[in-house]
């Protein structure tokens, strides 16, 4: 078969054979990768009528927020309908199109699929970009974005009752009233606008938060317990008696709130165009902010404790690379912390070492992958080679998958494509591609097991074996599982499956979960950090427990190099508080009410606190970057892990615990 374009990712492939089976839409979310400038991608693609085709957000047309190099910004959110989807994955366009589209097809490296939305947003004004002074700011901005941000909660506010949030986008919001300049769609509310609506829903001194909301728009906080919530109280929630308007020491907040099926679905792997355009609207805030107070760029921090198990891991993914552009571009600090996900003992990562193809026996290597009954959500499984550039140590393998049903496919090699045949729409389709230059990667992607729908399309649950051999020099594959399970406060919709494998060391002999990698199993704890988080700038947080400083058993780790073997995956930079201890395994922080409490735990709870000591080493104006965060840890944590120690690709230079409880000042 013909080599495929490298642009095309393999979820947006996934969908296009299926056509948009379990992807509801007309229109989806897109993150672009260009060859250039991205204003000048942006304003070819308004110029050449396609707006019925590709849209992008004014924001990109316009030259980049005074803070960024404008030549150096080379990715855009967009959203695209399935026709220019499928012309993207194919190469083919109508023919009346050709002329037009071709400034797409020519300027983009790659692109990422998002979810489904119906957000259109059309032909909107340009934002004006506003000067900034040379004087440096005094400030900090520490942008949460998360879902169900409770942004009128009392830990949000001053003493006198107003808002300490700057700007609120709320991406869910789909009446577009109040959209964003720039962006075009959900509501945004600057602190004015904030603060009215605190007034107006204000009775015998009380904030009636449930009408706050009603009248804002923000839907997604009518559990008591919400993740963005949570996460923003230890970032940045303070007591707002002791909160003066004015304090210098105080940093600003701007929120962003994910489209709930942005977070609903299971993988994560459709949330990076939405968390790329947060992360621009924050910057362009951020630069508002300071043209209004008449300073230069204000620093800030961004918090983003969300997580996906499959990827490069490498920071080559199209996410991380975005982040590292815009924290490379940024004139005034940008930092960006994540959490390095909770799948240490998911058993969804494996690693084998295959030897030199042999003429008279070939060896096999096998791995189960276990796919739950009532899955309502597709799964997916990543095979990554090592990155070789010289042709003739360049790595490949073919691989063969048996279906609990015992039916076999070929096997299959570099650049080919195996679709299980089944009536109707596929159930299962595996694409292996090798393109010049880049990494091999081996997609495998299966229908839910489980449909409401008639006729359902689905897949076997059970076992599905996957079978790999070599064919040249020897060399390594990880295999991951993406992410498959529901997330907090959703119905239950994904499953998450895994490897089952007879010698994987489960438990220890005093019947604990064991927490090293035994025996010869593939499946492997090691390389389970979070595959959004292995880019060269992030900031990555894992978690331990505060009661006898030992890392949280689900923390996820990164993966020492050892002569002769594959690179390192990289560690954490440092742990944080993610549990009390083993008999209270969660960290306190608000609910989505003022007054209320609620215990969650995870990396995700660990992150912030990071994120709160960077806003305070920016106010007090220190340097602040991985390597000043990995030393302030090392340097206050009289246990921290010595250099190559294995504790490090778990626990980073050292642990945080900042005084008290983390959440409050």
Same mark, same amino acid.
């Given at each position: 078969?013909a080599e495929?374009?490298k ?8 969908a296009?054979?299926?056509?948009f089976a379990?992807l509801?839409?007309?229109w989806?979310w ?12 942006a304003g ?16 990109y047309?316009s ?13 855009c959110m967009?959203i ?13 366009v ?9 400034t797409v097809?020519?300027s983009?490296?790659r ?8 957000n ?10 506003p ?5 440096p700011s ?7 974005i ?9 830990r949000?506010?001053?003493?006198n ?10 991406q ?5 009233v ?5 962006f075009?769609w959900?509501r945004e509310?600057?602190?004015s ?22 009248l ?12 963005g919530?949570?996460v923003?109280?230890?970032a940045?929630?303070l007591?707002?008696r ?7 020491? =105080? ?5 962003v ?8 679905? $299971?993988?994560?792997s459709?949330?990076?165009p939405n968390?790329?355009?947060a992360i ?6 951020a ?27 490498d ?8 982040i590292?552009?815009?924290?490379s ?9 994540m959490?390095?996900?909770?799948h ?19 060896r ?22 090592p990155?070789?550039t010289?042709?003739?140590s360049? #790595? ?5 998958i048996t279906?609990?049903t015992?039916?076999r ?6 650049n ?18 090798d393109?010049t230059g ?7 992607a299966?229908?839910? =097991? ?12 059970g =076992? ?13 594959v ?9 997330p907090?406060?959703?119905?239950l919709?994904?499953?998450?499956s895994?490897?089952?494998d007879?010698?994987?060391?489960r438990?220890?002999? #005093?019947g604990?979960l064991?927490q090293?990698d ?18 060269q700038?992030?900031v ?13 058993e ?9 002569p ?16 009390d201890s ?9 609910? $989505? ?6 215990a969650?735990?995870? $990396? ?6 990071? $994120? ?5 080493l ?6 602040c970057?991985?390597?000043d ?22 626990i980073?230079?050292g642990r ?10």
């Amino acid at each position: 078969m013909a080599e495929k374009r490298k642009l095309i990712s393999p979820y947006l492939e996934w969908a296009v054979l299926t056509e948009f089976a379990y992807l509801r839409g007309d229109w989806f979310w897109v993150l672009f990768e260009l060859d250039g400038p991205v204003d000048v991608f942006a304003g070819s693609v308004a110029r050449s009528g396609l707006e019925q085709l590709v849209r992008i957000p004014s924001i990109y047309e316009s030259a980049a927020p005074p803070s960024l190099r404008a030549a150096d910004v080379t990715c855009c959110m967009a959203i695209a309908t399935r026709e220019a989807l499928i012309a993207l994955a194919s190469g083919k366009v109508k023919r009346n199109d050709a002329a037009r589209f071709a400034t797409v097809l020519s300027s983009v490296r790659r692109v990422e699929l998002g979810t489904p939305t119906t957000n259109l947003f059309g032909k909107i004004p340009l934002a004006e970009q506003p000067l900034l002074s040379a004087k440096p700011s005094r400030r900090t901005i520490i942008a949460i974005i998360d879902d169900g941000l409770a942004f009128a909660h009392e830990r949000f506010r001053f003493r006198n009752g107003n808002s300490r949030v700057k700007y609120f986008w709320n991406q869910d919001d789909a009446t577009n009233v109040g959209a964003p300049t720039g962006f075009g769609w959900g509501r945004e509310l600057p602190d004015s606008e904030i603060n009215q609506l605190l007034a107006s829903c204000t009775h015998a001194g009380s904030v009636d938060e449930d009408e706050f909301y009603r009248l804002a728009g923000q839907k997604l906080v009518a559990r008591r317990a919400k993740h963005g919530t949570h996460v923003m109280d230890i970032a940045c929630g303070l007591d707002s008696r002791d909160v003066a308007p004015g304090d210098s020491c =105080t940093p600003y907040i701007i929120g962003v709130q994910l489209p709930r099926w942005v977070t609903e679905e $299971t993988s994560g792997s459709f949330l990076t165009p939405n968390v790329y355009a947060a992360i621009s609207y924050v910057l362009s805030r951020a630069d508002r902010i300071a043209a209004a107070e008449g300073t230069g760029p204000i620093p800030v921090v961004v918090n983003l404790s969300y997580g996906t198990i499959a990827g490069p891991h490498d920071g080559t993914a199209q996410l991380e690379a975005a982040i590292d552009q815009l924290i490379s571009a940024r004139s005034a600090p940008l930092r960006v912390v994540m959490p390095a996900g909770n799948h240490y003992l998911a058993r969804c990562h494996a690693f084998l070492k295959l030897p030199k193809a042999s003429t008279t026996r070939q060896r096999i290597e096998r791995l189960r992958w276990r796919v739950q009954p009532d899955n309502k959500a597709a799964s997916f499984a990543e095979l990554w080679l090592p990155a070789q550039t010289a042709a003739k140590s360049r #790595a490949e393998i073919a691989i063969r998958i048996t279906t609990p049903t015992n039916e076999r496919s070929p096997w299959i090699a570099a650049n080919q494509s195996w679709q299980w045949p089944t009536p109707g729409k596929p159930r299962f389709f595996a694409t292996y591609d090798d393109p010049t230059g880049e990494r091999p990667r081996i997609l495998l992607a299966m229908a839910p =097991t489980a449909d409401l729908k008639k006729p359902p399309r689905t897949a076997p649950s059970g =076992t599905w074996l996957i079978e790999v051999k070599n064919r040249r020099e020897a060399t390594t594959v990880d295999v991951w599982i993406q992410r498959g399970d529901t997330p907090f406060g959703y119905p239950l919709w994904g499953r998450q499956s895994r490897f089952e494998d007879t010698d994987y060391v489960r438990f220890d002999l #005093a019947g604990r979960l064991e927490q090293d990698d035994k025996g010869v199993s593939p499946v492997r704890r090691e390389s389970t950090i979070n595959a959004l988080a292995t880019g060269q700038h992030t900031v990555v947080v894992g978690g331990f427990l505060r009661s006898d400083r030992r890392v949280s058993e689900y923390s996820g780790a990164g993966r020492l190099s050892t002569p002769g073997a594959v690179p390192s995956i990289r560690s954490p930079d440092v742990s944080a508080v993610a549990d009390d201890s083993a008999a209270l395994r969660n960290l306190l922080a608000a609910g $989505t009410r003022s007054g209320s409490v609620v215990a969650m735990n995870g $990396t995700s709870v660990a992150a912030p606190q990071a $994120t709160r000591l960077i806003s305070e080493l920016m106010i007090a104006q220190l340097a602040c970057d991985r390597a000043d965060v990995q030393r302030i840890a090392k340097t206050g944590d009289a246990q921290a892990p010595g250099p190559g120690s294995p504790l490090a690709v778990r626990i980073g230079a050292g642990r945080i615990d900042l005084s008290g409880r983390p959440n409050r000042r």
